[in-house]
């Protein structure tokens, strides 16, 4: 039964509520206070999180986001250690690196099916495999040394038959290296080799022994142990967004662009379409669900890891992933 | 009490804050600066058509004019977080660093316990501290702030340690002789000067602040000049890049001409100290 009191508290919010919040649900009193840390700026790689944050899909899960952004001296695993963010995104090698740590921190769900890092080369170079980086430069950003050794390692090569360089794509264009990492993501920077009149040829490190995803969520151990069901929740509402984003792809970047300036909407919607044909929904989300995490995979890729001297060779999966996110949540099999 | 100080005066007892450029010298030095700033844009145009330099790699001034033009409302847009971070990192750092220069001035033991600390504290990179700042101090405005302010507070300290330190003997003796307190040695001796030294810091520090400002923004920002940097790199928007880069400077250069323009205002007497 309402009661007298509850009814004028009521009534004295809803002017409140339609001035401040109109159109919005408002928060109800149980809605729990979540802050999410991204690894990045807000931008297209974000767009399922910010669509679920501007359609309501969190508030109708009873959870208030709040999603910060990221930059490249951000560093989230910590931010997710000490509290400043319940859940924040980050990538394979600064988990494994944390649980090598001993850090209490696990993903339970990861928005990109497949680490996007690719290797491109121009036509000219006529480097078809990973075999043929030997004797080349090659050039990535300075914390891809290890994607690189495990790349060589898969083919047999070691880190010193090649001279690693520190470059991106207009590294590659000014012949300052013979191959360069960058994320087919990122389709308006490649655009310079992507229409390269000698041709490309690429090689992914999912095709060359690192099979790793992107984009994980990740949280304290303890909250997910002791509330599994906020995160199931979570999960839920991002499933939804990018669900949403991958419909309405136009759309999802006007609500990023709403909240960063700078983002040039048609390279970022180029971005989103690729981000979410090749890498949120794959055929293992067709078969498990939105955010799908494999263990082998995890196990194989921390076997890398350890062989090329990056962590321990104890640590397993159930080190760096807990599943029980995965399976409380209702996903999307798209 | 009073002690003339304008003996050795030599411009007109006008209000000099208006007065930026009061001598024709002044009005040549700017001609020639602009002539030289024209000369090498020209120079920089004309290397990057006759060498074909691709424009994601160093644009050219005509790129950089028109990314200002196309973006003016961005830029000024991205400006006014960093303006304001800086600005109270600016007054955070000089006012802490000040009074510590004078708990150093007036307590020999506190100069030499934390003298070294202060040191300690300049000698922490800055990139390296800001993850921390943001998790202890969120992600506000306020890690942002206290990085600006980290940069400010070193020059300011040492300077004015210096300044207030740098007192003409025979004047603290005239002082004793008058029979003056602490404080009036301070307010009419000490203070005076340092000055001129705490000013030659704030010049450094004013232009620091804004570099502060946007390392701080690195951490994690949807506004202001760092993050416009950040993404403009990012999308290998190099005119864009330029531009903001421009804005940035033109932020510090502003910084820098009020700092002058106050001490012309403030000191008006001849220090006799080179700036």
């Not at chain 1, 009191?5 to 009521?10: D, Q, V």
């Not at chain 1, 430069?137 to 300075?142: E, L, Y």
């Not at chain 1, 995890?298 to 890891?305: G, H, I, K, V």
Request: glycine share 6%; with cysteine.
């Amino acid at each position: 039964m309402i009661s007298r009191r509850s009814l004028l508290a009521a009534a004295s919010i809803m002017p409140l509520a339609s001035l401040g919040l109109g159109g919005v649900v408002p928060a109800h009193a149980q809605q729990k206070q979540v802050k999410l840390q991204l690894a990045w700026l807000y931008n297209a790689a974000s767009a399922g999180e910010i669509v679920a944050l501007k359609k309501g899909y969190f508030t109708e899960k009873g959870l208030d986001v709040e999603i910060l952004p990221g930059g490249p001296n951000s560093n989230t695993v910590q931010e997710a250690l000490s509290g400043v963010a319940q859940i924040a995104t980050t990538y394979a090698p600064e988990i494994m690196y944390g649980a090598n740590q001993g850090l209490p921190i696990k993903t339970f769900g990861a928005a990109f099916q497949k680490a996007p890092l690719t290797f491109y080369s121009l036509g000219e170079a006529n480097i078809k495999t990973v075999a043929d980086w030997k004797g080349k430069r090659i050039g990535a950003g300075q914390g891809a040394t290890a994607q690189v050794k495990a790349v060589l390692d898969h083919s047999g090569l070691k880190f010193e038959d090649i001279t690693f360089i520190q470059a991106q794509i207009p590294g590659l264009l000014q012949d300052q290296v013979d191959v360069v990492a960058s994320w087919p993501t990122n389709v308006a920077q490649n655009a310079p080799v992507l229409q390269h009149a000698g041709g490309y040829n690429t090689q992914s490190i999912w095709d060359n022994g690192l099979q790793f995803q992107s984009n994980y969520y990740i949280a304290r151990t303890d909250l997910i142990e002791s509330d599994s069901d906020m995160l199931a929740k979570f999960l839920e509402a991002c499933d939804k967004g990018w669900a949403y984003a991958a419909d309405n792809p136009e759309e999802a970047i006007d609500m990023v662009a709403s909240m960063s300036s700078a983002i040039e909407k048609d390279k970022e919607l180029a971005s989103l379409k690729v981000i979410v044909a090749d890498f949120i929904y794959t055929d293992e989300t067709r078969e498990h669900g939105f955010a799908n995490i494999s263990k082998d995979r995890w196990n194989a890729t921390l076997q890398t890891y350890a062989r090329i001297g990056e962590i321990k060779p104890e640590l397993t999966a159930d080190d760096v992933f807990d599943d029980r996110v995965l399976v409380a949540a209702q996903r999307t099999k798209r | 009490m009073s002690i003339d100080r304008s003996v050795g005066t030599t411009a007109a007892p006008l209000p000099r804050i208006w007065s930026i450029f009061p001598s024709p010298d002044a009005a040549r030095a700017l001609g020639m600066a602009m002539l030289g700033l024209t000369l090498t844009l020209i120079i920089w145009q004309l290397i990057i058509v006759l060498f074909k330099v691709p424009t994601y790699l160093v644009p050219a001034p005509t790129d950089v004019a028109g990314a200002v033009s196309r973006d003016l409302p961005l830029l000024l847009e991205a400006a006014v977080p960093t303006i304001t971070e800086a600005f109270f990192g600016f007054l955070l750092g000089n006012t802490v660093a000040l009074l510590v220069a004078v708990s150093f001035v007036y307590n020999k033991v506190v100069e030499e316990m934390f003298y070294p600390v202060a040191i300690l504290i300049k000698t922490i990179p800055i990139v390296a501290i800001a993850p921390v700042l943001k998790i202890i101090l969120g992600n506000g405005i306020e890690p942002k702030i206290v990085i600006a302010a980290l940069i400010c507070f070193f020059p300011t300290l040492v300077n004015s340690v210096r300044g207030f330190r740098a007192v003409n003997p025979q004047l603290l003796e005239l002082m004793r002789v008058l029979s003056a307190s602490k404080t009036e040695v301070f307010l009419r001796v000490r203070v005076y000067s340092a000055l001129p030294y705490i000013f030659s810091a704030l010049k450094i520090s004013v232009t620091m602040c804004v570099l502060g400002a946007i390392v701080g923004e690195w951490i994690g920002a949807n506004k202001g000049i760092g993050y416009l940097l950040l993404q403009s790199m990012f999308d290998f928007n190099a005119p864009r890049l330029f531009a903001t880069i421009l804005t940035a400077s033109v932020i510090a250069i502003t910084g820098f001409a009020i700092v002058s323009m106050l001490e012309k205002w403030i000191i008006r007497w001849d220090p006799g100290v080179a700036m």
